[in-house]
């Protein structure tokens, strides 16, 4: 059980930090220090002041940040190396002591999960901010906001339950981006 409970929560998290790294980094550093549920030792490296004052602080930019449309859109640019480099930090951490090709192994998946999640929040951004109007993007940014605190808490109590979550993310970014591709593929042989 301990094997599932660490990956689930490795995916979790790694997941949920290609949406909001910095939301990602607060929520393990505030359950490790106020023990929220009990977290294997490994998690007290995000039990710091200066990392959880840094992921706070950095959170309240990016929450104001992405309800601007095209600022998120740059903030998403930028951080399309930080993200995945968060989570593959996020994944070698929360797997604790371990041998260095599971390392190597766990720090490839999380930066794969973060690109992932990661991209399809990009993409859904760009394609918003084509809308004139900014309620979608506050809408976007609010919903996802949601949807890293929970994956994040739910990662914490139930590792499983976020596991099959982020398998199932994974499979609709597959899915919607095999379908995008068909479109362009289609639209591009109609123009020639």
Same mark, same amino acid.
């Given at each position: 059980?301990?094997?599932?409970?660490?990956?689930?929560?490795?995916?979790?998290?790694?997941?949920?930090?290609?949406?909001?790294?910095?939301?990602?980094?607060?929520?393990?550093?505030?359950?490790?220090?106020?023990?929220?549920?009990?977290?294997?030792?490994?998690?007290?490296?995000?039990?710091?002041?200066?990392?959880?004052?840094?992921?706070?602080?950095?959170?309240?930019?990016?929450?104001?940040?992405?309800?601007?449309?095209?600022?998120?859109?740059?903030?998403?640019?930028?951080?399309?190396?930080?993200?995945? *480099? $968060? =989570? /593959? %930090?996020?994944?070698?951490?929360?797997?604790?002591? #371990?041998?260095?090709? @599971?390392? +190597?192994?766990?720090?490839? *998946? $999380? =930066? /794969? %999960?973060?690109?992932?999640?990661?991209?399809?929040? #990009?993409?859904?951004? @760009?394609? +918003?901010?084509?809308?004139?109007?900014?309620?979608?993007?506050?809408?976007?940014?609010?919903?996802?906001?949601?949807?890293?605190?929970?994956?994040?808490?739910?990662?914490?109590?139930?590792?499983?339950?976020?596991?099959?979550?982020?398998?199932?993310?994974?499979?609709?970014?597959?899915?919607?981006?095999?379908?995008?591709?068909?479109?362009?593929?289609?639209?591009?042989?109609?123009?020639?």
């Amino acid at each position: 059980m301990d094997l599932l409970t660490t990956l689930g929560r490795t995916l979790g998290f790694s997941f949920a930090a290609g949406v909001n790294l910095y939301a990602t980094v607060a929520i393990m550093g505030l359950a490790s220090r106020y023990q929220w549920v009990a977290l294997p030792e490994q998690f007290r490296i995000f039990d710091n002041n200066w990392i959880i004052g840094a992921a706070l602080a950095m959170y309240v930019v990016e929450f104001v940040a992405d309800k601007i449309p095209w600022v998120d859109s740059v903030w998403d640019a930028v951080h399309t190396v930080i993200r995945p *480099a $968060g =989570a /593959a %930090l996020i994944a070698v951490a929360s797997i604790g002591h #371990a041998r260095p090709d @599971v390392q +190597a192994a766990a720090a490839l *998946a $999380g =930066a /794969a %999960l973060a690109s992932s999640s990661h991209f399809a929040k #990009a993409g859904t951004r @760009v394609a +918003a901010n084509t809308s004139p109007e900014p309620f979608s993007n506050w809408i976007l940014s609010l919903s996802e906001d949601g949807f890293v605190i929970a994956l994040g808490v739910l990662a914490l109590t139930h590792p499983i339950a976020a596991a099959v979550i982020v398998i199932a993310g994974v499979a609709v970014i597959l899915a919607s981006a095999s379908w995008l591709w068909k479109k362009l593929k289609n639209r591009r042989k109609r123009r020639r």
